[in-house]
C-alpha cells in the first residue's frame, strides 16, 4: 500500500500555512525553549497525517483528501475537536489500529507532538541534554499531569518571581519622572514607571597620547527608527568628555546634520569623537584583551501609557548598578560554599574560528560564558537560579510528590534560561520595534558595542514576568488539551 504522501501533497498550501506559523506565539511550543531546528508544526503534522493514510484513485476524493490536509495543518484547528477526531479515525481505518511512531532525532518536538495528537504512540529519542528536557516539557509532562500542571506552574512561577523581585527590586528603582529628565510630553505628569532596560556602550580610551578620551563604542545613535518615531542619542563633546543628549521627536529638535546612522565604531575600528583620531581593529581587541576596555550606561528606557520613552542615565542609575555589584560578590560566595560550585558559568567558550562568523567574542577577551553577562545580569540570574532550587525544596516539603515537582520545576528553570537570552551583554536595542532583541536573533554569538540591558522584572519582551504570564501558561493550556 502506497502512502498518500507518496503520490501527491499540498506542499504550496502547507508551506505558506508554516510560513504564518512563525508569528504564533500564543500557545506555540516555540516559545517553550529555543531550538534552532525546530520544525514547523503545520508541516509536521500535515506530513505526519499524509504519511499514515493510504493513497486514493479516485479524483474527488484526493481533492476531499487534499483540502482535509491543508484544514489540518492551520494552527487555529490544532485544538479542533472534530477536526482532530477525524484525522485520528482514518489513521486508525488506514492501519487497523494507532501506529507506533519513532523519531530518533526529535529535537524540539514538533514531529513526535504532531504524531502525538493524531493519536498515535509515540517515542521520541535525543542525546543533547537541553533537548531531552524540552521533550520531557513537551510530550511527556502534559500528557502524565494533565490541567493541575498549568495551575502549579503558574503559582510556583510567581513565588520565584516575587520572591527575587524582593531581593532584587532596589538595584532596579522606579522612575520618579523628574520632568526634566523626561521627555516634554510627560511635564507635570505623575506615572511610576520601572525602566525596561538600560543601554551601554562598551568602552576604550583613545590611543592618541595627547587626548586619552573614553570613547564609548556604538554602532549607531537611533534609539527609535520607525516612520512616525525618530529619536536618537547626539553626542557632543564637553571638557574633553563625550556627552549625550537625547534629539528628535518629543525631545530636542535633531539637527539637520546629525546622522545617527554613522556611530564610533565599525569592523572594529574605532574613531574618537574628540580628537578625531582612529584606532585600529587589532588594538582595539588588543585593548579588550589587555583588560582596557569598559562599559558605560549611557540611556534608560521606559515604558510608559504612551509607549517607549527614553533619558540620559543619571548618577542615581549608576549608584544603582554599584549596588548591584556589590552585591554580587557576597551572593556569588554565599551560594558558591552553599552549591559546592560557581553560580557564574566559568565553563571556556568555544573558540570557534572567527572566520565561521558564529562565535567571535572571545578575541575581545570574553574567554568564559560568565564574561557574556555584566555584574546585575549575573547577580539575577543567579538569583532566579536559587529561587527555582528553593522552590523545589518548598514543594517537596509541603508534600508535592516528587515526580510532579519535578515537572513544575523544569518549567521554570527553561523560563529562566528564556530570561537568559536577553539578559546578556550580547542584546541590542531594536530601534524599529522598540525592544530588545535577543542574543539568538543571530544564531550566532557575534560582539555587540552598544548592548542592552534588560530589567527582568519590568514586565517587558524577555522579562521574567512575561515569560511566565504571556508564554508559559498558554503553552501549557495548549499541551495539556492534546488527548492522545
Known amino acids: 500500500m502506497r502512502a498518500f504522501i507518496e503520490e501527491s501533497f499540498p506542499i504550496k498550501e502547507v508551506s505558506e500555512i508554516s510560513r504564518k506559523e512563525k508569528n504564533i506565539r500564543h500557545g506555540h511550543i516555540s516559545?517553550?525553549?529555543i531550538w534552532w531546528a525546530r520544525r514547523p508544526l503545520a508541516a509536521s503534522r500535515a506530513t505526519s497525517y499524509a504519511a499514515l493514510i493510504p493513497a486514493v484513485g479516485d479524483v474527488e476524493e484526493w481533492e476531499k483528501r487534499k483540502q482535509f490536509i491543508i484544514e489540518l495543518a492551520k494552527w487555529e484547528n490544532s485544538l479542533n475537536k472534530h477536526i482532530i477526531e477525524k484525522a485520528r479515525k482514518d489513521i486508525v481505518e488506514a492501519n487497523g489500529?494507532?501506529?507506533k511512531v519513532l523519531d530518533a532525532f526529535a529535537g524540539g518536538g514538533s514531529i513526535p507532538l504532531e504524531a502525538l495528537r493524531l493519536g498515535c504512540e509515540v517515542f521520541a529519542v535525543e542525546y543533547n541534554p537541553v533537548a531531552v528536557l524540552i521533550l520531557k516539557c513537551t510530550l511527556e509532562y502534559p500528557q502524565k499531569f494533565g490541567k493541575k500542571l498549568v495551575d502549579e506552574v503558574k503559582k510556583w512561577g510567581e513565588w520565584v518571581l516575587e520572591e527575587a523581585r524582593k531581593e532584587l527590586k532596589?538595584?532596579?528603582?522606579e522612575d520618579e519622572l523628574e520632568s526634566n529628565a523626561l521627555s516634554l510630553e510627560m511635564e507635570n505628569k505623575k506615572e511610576k514607571m520601572a525602566p525596561v532596560g538600560y543601554i551601554w556602550a562598551r568602552t576604550i580610551p583613545c590611543q592618541n597620547p595627547s587626548c586619552n578620551a573614553e570613547i564609548p563604542l556604538m554602532r549607531q545613535f537611533w534609539l527609535a527608527k520607525k516612520?512616525?518615531?525618530k529619536i536618537a542619542l547626539m553626542p557632543f563633546v564637553e571638557g574633553g568628555e563625550v556627552k549625550f543628549k537625547i534629539v528628535g521627536d518629543g525631545y530636542e529638535e535633531m539637527p539637520a546634520n546629525f546622522n545617527p546612522e554613522k556611530g564610533t565604531v565599525a569592523r572594529a575600528v574605532a574613531n574618537c569623537l574628540v580628537c578625531g583620531s582612529t584606532v585600529d581593529d587589532k588594538t582595539v581587541r588588543k585593548l579588550f584583551q589587555q583588560g582596557k576596555s569598559g562599559q558605560r550606561m549611557i540611556a534608560v528606557v521606559l515604558n510608559s501609557k504612551k509607549g517607549k520613552i527614553y533619558r540620559i542615565a543619571t548618577q542615581k542609575d549608576i549608584d544603582?548598578?554599584?549596588?548591584?555589584?556589590?552585591y554580587l560578590k557576597e551572593k556569588r560566595a554565599k551560594l558558591m560554599e552553599e552549591w559546592g560550585i560557581?553560580?557564574?558559568p566559568d565553563e571556556p567558550l568555544v573558540r570557534v574560528p572567527v572566520s565561521f562568523g558564529v562565535i567571535n567574542v572571545w578575541v575581545y577577551g570574553m574567554n568564559k560564558w560568565g564574561d557574556l553577562f555584566n555584574s546585575r545580569q549575573k547577580l539575577a540570574l543567579i538569583t532566579f537560579a536559587e529561587k527555582v532550587r528553593n522552590?523545589?525544596?518548598k514543594m517537596i516539603a509541603e508534600g508535592m510528590d516528587e515526580e510532579f515537582a519535578k515537572a513544575v520545576v523544569s518549567y521554570l528553570a527553561l523560563a529562566v534560561d528564556m530570561v537568559v537570552a536577553s539578559c546578556n551583554t550580547l542584546g541590542r536595542w531594536e530601534t524599529t520595534r522598540e525592544l530588545i532583541a535577543d542574543v539568538f536573533s543571530r544564531q550566532a554569538l557575534p560582539m555587540i558595542w552598544d548592548f542592552v540591558e534588560l530589567n527582568p522584572f519590568s514586565g517587558g519582551s524577555g522579562s521574567l514576568e512575561r515569560i511566565h504570564d504571556y508564554y508559559y501558561t498558554k503553552i501549557l493550556e495548549?499541551?495539556?488539551s492534546i488527548n492522545p
Open 31 to 33: 516559545t517553550l525553549h
Open 97 to 99: 489500529k494507532a501506529p
Open 170 to 173: 532596589d538595584f532596579y528603582p
Open 227 to 229: 516612520d512616525k518615531k
Open 320 to 326: 544603582a548598578y554599584r549596588k548591584a555589584e556589590e
Open 342 to 344: 560557581d553560580p557564574v
Open 391 to 393: 522552590a523545589y525544596s
Open 478 to 480: 495548549h499541551l495539556t
